[in-house]
DNA sequence: TTGAAAGCGCTAACAG
DNA sequence: CTGTTAGCGCTTTCAA
């Protein structure tokens, strides 16, 4: 079909090592024949198998991403930003998304090893010994965003407990009397990994338990809408709502705007990950901000240099950022 | 390093041919042979080196998908889709995102060709016969989204001159005296792929210029918000913005908020695209629903088809659908 | 400076 | 039912 290494040798006369010196700058070759081998190579259009240069290299430029999925904001950032960084890097991505799915989840792991990728970075829905065990088995290094998975197994994030404490410290401060933490995903933790929004909750816990004078509540479950409802109706306390991720945020801003209440003055809202919608709505919402395309980024770099066989920090922490916005 | 089949053979003592039959299902096999050899084979933790197959099978079971970017929500859910379907149907993707530079893309897509992806989903930002020219001579199917490139050049997406026409109806029906068209892609016409832009702008202008009685204008340049500006406080006429996409009607809005102005009662929006952001945004805006998700996900139905050797049809057009926001 | 041959790990074809 | 061989397209090694 397409054109090969022995088409262009024979075409040239000479040998397939030959033409692999002239192709890819290679020593021991005559500039003349080399010169000969570009230009045939040009005419006939070659365009290297990069599929039988991995089999014998033995490595094929290719990092495997496995993410919960791109209609989330913060994924959608994180690939983005991986992408942009493999590319400067020669690497291409193969992405796959498990949609919390432990068993697929797997599955997709093992596929991207079948194929040969040379790393992966992983936001991991598995937990536990198990599973870890299974990643630390693998033949090639993964990263780990997001959701630790053991001490052994690198991982790059922000401090979530310290972020969560700095926020809570940031709503007592403007007065407050009662703040909840919602936090949808609690129910599964027994299911899947949810270590960040647990860490948050720990942050979040820690601080507001040195305030005595500040009541605070935990919701949890898809259903918290309804029960973020009954409980601003159960107290007339000053309230903030603390979300564990902006989007749980939004939909209770959207639900309250519905139902006539208004925010701040009805009830604060702060929301968690600063992801790029918030951009457009109102208002402004108060929110920890993630630095997403800069983990991205570090990711990608630090996962090339596990490659490269070189080792690295297990726990790498980025900087988050409290942005106080109008919602509080 | 890891296990080959040849490993199999040794351990059981037969040879790699029916290593691989028992591996794959294949017939002439005895039972027992085959049991004896799947468990070895799990016991050693085989894993087919997907690459080798490919190498030999001739095809990669994996698409390569070129986009803008991620940030963008438009291609964030298109490629959540596009990874949604190929999982299905047992294909992995190659993302690779172009950034809006035409080169670059060239270099993307022959990088992708080289590693034997089996075909390609292109946004292109290219546009004219050579381009074209190039795309058809590419020894694997490729499948266009969003911007057309030849009648050749199987394209799927919506009928946006239409889909335009119909949304300028619905604005002349709220009663707007003048109508300007915002489409800040518009100055880079000649050097990039605006097809779908270009389309709407034909199908707006069409519509309003029946409407004798309705004053138009058109927008273009990323300073249009100052343009937008200056626009609405030339005049007193009942006026709607109809922008070529959400993101303008975002930042529209979010400017105007900023300087005071209300939606709709001073000016009117309508948006394009439908991006799920929207959905936290106040007021609801009036746009047309590109129907994302199924684009797609046809997208890979008709891919794959033309990876098995189907011929598909040229011009694959998906429902769109008008939505009356609150914005107009 | 160049050629020939081996081999990456797999599947396919043909014998036996 | 099973073994042997060739070959996918490339790179690498060892000779010449």
Redesign the interface.
Known sequence: ??VTVEDIAKACGVSRGTVDRALNNKPRISPETKEKILKVAKELGY??????R??VKGR?M?IGVVAF???N?FF??L??SI??EA?KRNY??????Q?EDPELEIQLI???????IDGIILCPVNKGEEFSNFISSL?IPVLVIGNVLSPSIPYIGIDEAKAARDATNMIISKGYERIVFVCPPLYKRNKKNIYSHEQRLDGFLKTVKVHKEIEYGVVSGMNFIQKVDSLLDSSTKKTALFCSGDTFA?DI??HL?AKGKKVPQDVGIMGFDGI??L????PALGTVLYPVEKTGKKAVENLVEMINGKSIEKRILMKYKIIDGESL
């Open positions: 079909m397409s365009r290297p198998d990069l599929l039988a991995s089999l094929t290719s999925d791109l209609k904001r959608a950032q690939v983005n992408e942009a590319r291409t991505i193969n992405i796959t998304l949609e093992s596929s991207l090893v079948g194929r040969r033949p939004l801003i959207k705007r790029d919608t951009e457009y709505v109102t």
